[in-house]
């Protein structure tokens, strides 16, 4: 299983030099991808995305950041953490990201999407249309995450607040096959940011 290092990968295209021919920013610009960041809540999903995104737009690239947090204010507004709204929120946040990955945008979801099988049905519609797919396991242990709490939800679940926190007393299934897993308890976020521009890289996506 790949896993997150701190080698040097190749970076975004267009860094090549050429003495004859002006060197375009962007490899190809209307090759859109999806790259699915999922794990545990402050696994290191959103920081990590964003840091992708910064990069990719330095790079010229169109992105945009899906962010499970945001699209449940909009979009998924009223859905709670049940396994059919969890469900209805992966779906919906599969279906935006397909369409703008086909129409040439990088999609970077940030959703904890928990269950394999809504993970599973996102990436098939991606094959249906042909559209570039990469599933990232940010596998932060469930022990580093409640350490971070970035929300306050761990401590909320153990005061008795809330139930149903994922990975303390709600499922989550972790992927089999990812693209990429990202071990942010012992690897820094640039060399994650370099792993995930190396997997699209290898890919022909910069
Ligand atoms: N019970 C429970 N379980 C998990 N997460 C919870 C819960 N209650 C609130 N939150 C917060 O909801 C944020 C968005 O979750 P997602 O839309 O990504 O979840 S899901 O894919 O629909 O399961 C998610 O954001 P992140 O922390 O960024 O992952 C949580 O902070
Ligand atoms: N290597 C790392 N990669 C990503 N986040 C990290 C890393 N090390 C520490 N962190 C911290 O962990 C927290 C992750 O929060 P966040 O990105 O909101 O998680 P999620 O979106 O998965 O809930 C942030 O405070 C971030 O600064």
């Known amino acids: 299983m790949p896993t997150a290092s701190t080698e040097t990968p190749g970076g975004p295209a267009g860094n090549t030099e050429s003495a004859t021919v002006a060197t375009p920013t962007v490899a190809d610009p209307t090759a859109g991808v999806t790259v699915w960041f999922t794990g545990l809540p402050s696994a290191g999903k959103t920081t990590t995305a ?3 995104g910064e990069r990719l737009r ?3 690239h169109r992105v945009e950041v899906l962010d499970g947090d945001a699209v449940r204010e909009h979009l ?3 859905l709670g953490f049940s396994r059919a ?3 209805t929120n992966v779906a919906r946040i599969g279906w935006v990201a397909e369409l ?3 129409n040439g945008v990088v999609v970077l979801a940030a959703v904890i999407s928990p269950y394999a099988a809504a993970r599973d049905a996102v990436r098939a519609r991606h094959e249906a249309s042909g559209t570039s797919y990469l599933e990232v ?3 932060t242990p ?3 995450c409640a350490d971070r709490d970035v929300k306050g939800l761990y401590a909320r679940q153990r005061a008795g607040e809330i139930s149903g926190l994922t990975g303390v007393d ?3 299934e972790a992927p089999t096959s990812p693209d990429l897993v990202l071990r942010t308890e012992s690897s820094a976020l640039d060399a994650s940011v370099d792993a995930v521009l190396a997997a699209l890289s290898e890919r022909g996506l910069l």
Request: glycine share 8%.
């Open 76 to 78: 998924s507004a009223g």
């Open 50 to 52: 964003i840091a992708v």
């Open 170 to 172: 709600d499922v989550y």
């Open 137 to 139: 396991h940010v596998a």
């Open 100 to 102: 703008l990955a086909r």
């Open 85 to 87: 709204d969890r469900d």
């Open 142 to 144: 469930v022990e580093v």
């Open 58 to 60: 330095a790079a010229g």
